[in-house]
């Protein structure tokens, strides 16, 4: 909500937040800005351009600065700033509690390197840290790693993302995403007030450009034909079964490259993913078609440590040793297509739409769905898994809808 009218006192005092998402903001003269949070607390900043560069420096909370003390702030700011010089380094706002003296602000690169730090303890995948750093490396810090955290505006986060929004939308999505979670460090930590690379850069960014680019799928009628395609091959044995492993089963490539016989129930038919190796991070449970036991009973043959499917050294699997089998094969898919593949063989066979999330570990994203969510639907997807076997190798394996 914005009010571009001059301030009076009464308004300012009985000022109250809209309800709506976020803070609302009531604009003065000379770039003064009043922002009421949804808390109720009401903030004074002056917003100005500062050598070329938009800034917004906190001014202190009213009543505790008043509207004339407020004002005359912003009119000397907008003064210092006109004649090329920077406000915040002239004196820090008189009654300022969000914003700290802006000498104390770190660079991008160095609150970044501090945020990396702080979450990489709660990462999962061992790599997120490494993703982070090459993706700020290359596309953030040339333009805002030297740049104190304080003096980042959207215009700097635009001329940053500009280059790859077009041509590298999700990685573009991924580089605002991680930028803003340093701006919101830096407003945790009292260095500025807002977050440069919220909703105003969001109208500033076109929207549209490249569609999303899925994984590369097989229709499912033509599975049956690539499974048979990989028995045929001289690839590794190992690697043979966990591809047709994977297909029969629609799990994720990780989940199946790091499978351990612990893991394995195979007098219950049963695979018990834990929590550490899924993507929602809870426990899922896997029936196991009669091929797939037997996959496993020809895998116990060549067992040669706690893996099930270890790579030519006896060492885990190399996420692309799938990939390159295929890609050699001239198969025009990725290993994770084939849960692609296997949904699309549910929809068309009138299988329920909770019965095919469940068997591919989807989080319900309806929090009023997933509260009644209890159960795995285990007897009814082993019905299902068996079916989906069966269709591959020809038989038929038109399960019966499930209501």
Known sequence: MMNRKRLNFQFVKNVA?????????????????????ASGSKHWIWRGTVRGRRRDLGLGTFPYVSLGEARDKAFEYRRLAKAGEDPAAVHA?????????????????????AVIDL???????PKSAAQWEAS????????????????????DILRTLRPIWNAKRETAQRVRQRISAVMKSAIAAGHRLDNPAGDALTAALPKGGRKQRHQRALPHREVGAALETVRRSNAQTSTKLA?????????????????TWD?????????????????????HRVPLSSRAVEI????????ENELVFPSARGRRMSDNTISKLLRELGINAVPHGFRSSFRDWCGESGQSRELAEAALAHTIRNKAEAAYARTDLLERRRELMEAWTGYLAGAGGEPRPTK
């Open 296 to 303: 496993l009973a020809e895998a116990e043959e060549l067992r």
């Open 119 to 125: 979450h990489r303890p709660t990462w999962r995948n």
């Open 136 to 155: 700020l490396r290359d596309y953030a810090y040339p333009v805002l790693g030297d740049m104190r955290v304080d003096e980042i505006g959207s215009g």
């Open 263 to 283: 893991e394995v129930h195979a007098e219950d038919g049963l695979w018990t993913v834990p929590a550490s190796r899924m993507k929602a991070g809870r426990e």
């Open 93 to 113: 706002p008189a009654g300022t509690t969000e914003v700290q003296a802006k000498s104390n602000a770190p660079t991008f690169r160095k609150a970044a390197a």
């Open 243 to 259: 591809f047709e492993f994977l297909v029969l089963t629609a799990a994720r490539s990780g989940e199946v490259r790091m499978m």
């Open 17 to 37: 937040h809209s309800g709506r998402k976020g803070a609302d903001k009531h604009f003065d003269e000379h770039g003064l800005i009043l922002r009421v949070r």
